[in-house]
């Protein structure tokens, strides 16, 4: 309506009893141009339109295979019990920077060779009804309310971040709750009538080790990988301020990092280069979201560097301290956070050979391996319930 109006108040001026030649030739020169953006509008209108029917059709399709699903999945699964993850990454290009993502691809292949069949759906198949034995649904920062039409199916949460954005009725639709964190899962039994365990993250061991000796070689860099959030996170700032050689991968830092964007490597780096930056760094500085921090959530990132045989200066939690005493550094305000730092610059040897300790620790209790396992328990307990 915009354009129309001016294209309307130019033809009034032209038409005008004092219409000049100079006035008209402009004008046509201004409707020209009116024309053409109401042309290339249109272009863009038609495009759209075309986007959003192609995306009509592709959720047609993925619909039509839904009711396809079950009987497929049952062929498929051969007698195998059938488990669906659901994964609340999207399903595009855009799922490769999602750590859930990675983290339920590394649970599939534990669950596997333990004899399962699994299915990962990614966010826009969770409406599928796929005649599954065991739905686990990752939950982070997305809701999944089980569906029911399969009555012999058990639901199981793995609650393994933003526990503030769970409500006790929320944990109340599942069959068991599984919290990643010891504390809270105590906490949760006593507000909700549903089973409630407790399931820590854990690390993908076959990516995240020690790698040979000649490979864990360590740098001088200290590494942060992970986005702004939108906030200036204090580990960041306070390394910038310390002016350690620091080195950041993730994305939003260019408002935070004014004068520093130097630092940012890159706005995303893949899971599978993680490692080989773990193994080659001096430290990596680690922080949690808040309601993690409070609830003793302690988050993978944690497992994985200290898999590769890095030190970790980390914000702390009780349950964090209980976990790994020694081999993790922590802090809680700015003071303790450059006391970490000294012990990394005055007595790495020892720093990293506490952590190079840890090794056999978190692949005995901390692998998706170990989780693997504990899972396929806990619904042999439950499923006959």
């Given at each position: 309506?915009?354009?129309?109006?001016?294209?309307?108040?130019?033809?009034?001026?032209?038409?005008?009893?004092?219409?000049?030649?100079?006035?008209?030739?402009?004008?046509?020169?201004?409707?020209?141009?009116?024309?053409?953006?109401?042309?290339?509008?249109?272009?863009?209108?038609?495009?759209?339109?075309?986007?959003?029917?192609?995306?009509?059709?592709?959720e047609f399709g993925r619909r039509d295979e839904w009711g396809k699903a079950a009987a497929e999945t049952r062929r498929a699964?051969?007698?195998?019990?059938?488990?669906?993850?659901?994964?609340?990454?999207?399903?595009?290009?855009?799922?490769?920077?999602?750590?859930?993502?990675?983290?339920?691809?590394?649970?599939?292949?534990?669950?596997?060779?333990?004899?399962?069949?699994?299915?990962?759906?990614?966010?826009?198949?969770?409406?599928?009804?796929?005649?599954?034995?065991?739905?686990?649904?990752?939950?982070?920062?997305?809701?999944?309310?089980?569906?029911?039409?399969?009555?012999?199916?058990?639901?199981?949460?793995?609650?393994?971040?933003?526990?503030?954005?769970?409500?006790?009725?929320?944990?109340?639709?599942?069959?068991?709750?599984?919290?990643?964190?010891?504390?809270?899962?105590?906490?949760?039994?006593?507000?909700?009538?549903?089973?409630?365990?407790?399931?820590?993250?854990?690390?993908?061991?076959?990516?995240?080790?020690?790698?040979?000796?000649?490979?864990?070689?360590?740098?001088?860099?200290?590494?942060?990988?992970?986005?702004?959030?939108?906030?200036?996170?204090?580990?960041?700032?306070?390394?910038?301020?310390?002016?350690?050689?620091?080195?950041?991968?993730?994305?939003?830092?260019?408002?935070?990092?004014?004068?520093?964007?130097?630092?940012?490597?890159?706005?995303?780096?893949?899971?599978?280069?993680?490692?080989?930056?773990?193994?080659?760094?001096?430290?990596?500085?680690?922080?949690?979201?808040?309601?993690?921090?409070?609830?003793?959530?302690?988050?993978?990132?944690?497992?994985?560097?200290?898999?590769?045989?890095?030190?970790?200066?980390?914000?702390?939690?009780?349950?964090?301290?209980?976990?790994?005493?020694?081999?993790?550094?922590?802090?809680?305000?700015?003071?303790?956070?450059?006391?970490?730092?000294?012990?990394?610059?005055?007595?790495?040897?020892?720093?990293?050979?506490?952590?190079?300790?840890?090794?056999?620790?978190?692949?005995?209790?901390?692998?998706?391996?170990?989780?693997?396992?504990?899972?396929?328990?806990?619904?042999?307990?439950?499923?006959?319930?």
């Amino acid at each position: 309506m915009g354009v129309l109006n001016r294209v309307k108040g130019f033809l009034r001026r032209l038409l005008g009893e004092d219409s000049r030649y100079e006035e008209i030739q402009r004008g046509q020169r201004e409707i020209q141009k009116l024309l053409g953006e109401l042309q290339k509008s249109a272009k863009l209108q038609a495009k759209a339109i075309e986007e959003i029917k192609k995306q009509i059709d592709k959720e047609f399709g993925r619909r039509d295979e839904w009711g396809k699903a079950a009987a497929e999945t049952r062929r498929a699964a051969a007698g195998k019990q059938v488990w669906v993850i659901k994964c609340p990454a999207p399903e595009d290009e855009s799922k490769a920077r999602w750590g859930d993502y990675y983290y339920a691809i590394s649970l599939k292949r534990c669950l596997e060779g333990l004899g399962c069949h699994v299915i990962l759906d990614t966010r826009e198949d969770w409406g599928c009804e796929s005649g599954a034995d065991v739905v686990l649904v990752l939950r982070g920062c997305l809701f999944y309310r089980p569906d029911r039409r399969n009555e012999k199916c058990l639901y199981v949460m793995w609650n393994i971040s933003h526990p503030d954005m769970v409500m006790a009725e929320e944990y109340e639709l599942y069959d068991v709750v599984c919290v990643a964190s010891r504390r809270y899962a105590e906490e949760l039994k006593e507000k909700v009538s549903v089973p409630v365990l407790p399931l820590l993250q854990c690390t993908d061991t076959e990516l995240f080790h020690p790698g040979k000796e000649q490979e864990n070689t360590s740098g001088r860099d200290y590494i942060f990988i992970g986005n702004s959030r939108g906030i200036a996170r204090s580990c960041v700032m306070w390394a910038v301020e310390d002016r350690l050689p620091l080195k950041i991968w993730g994305s939003g830092w260019n408002k935070i990092l004014r004068g520093h964007m130097e630092l940012v490597q890159a706005p995303f780096i893949g899971n599978d280069e993680i490692p080989e930056l773990y193994r080659s760094a001096k430290a990596t500085l680690n922080d949690h979201w808040k309601d993690m921090l409070e609830h003793q959530f302690v988050n993978n990132r944690i497992f994985d560097a200290l898999a590769c045989g890095l030190p970790v200066i980390s914000d702390g939690s009780e349950e964090l301290k209980e976990i790994f005493p020694d081999a993790v550094l922590h802090y809680s305000n700015r003071e303790e956070f450059d006391a970490c730092v000294q012990q990394i610059e005055n007595d790495y040897d020892k720093v990293k050979q506490k952590v190079l300790e840890q090794w056999e620790l978190i692949r005995k209790e901390y692998s998706f391996e170990v989780r693997a396992r504990e899972l396929v328990e806990i619904v042999e307990k439950y499923r006959n319930r």
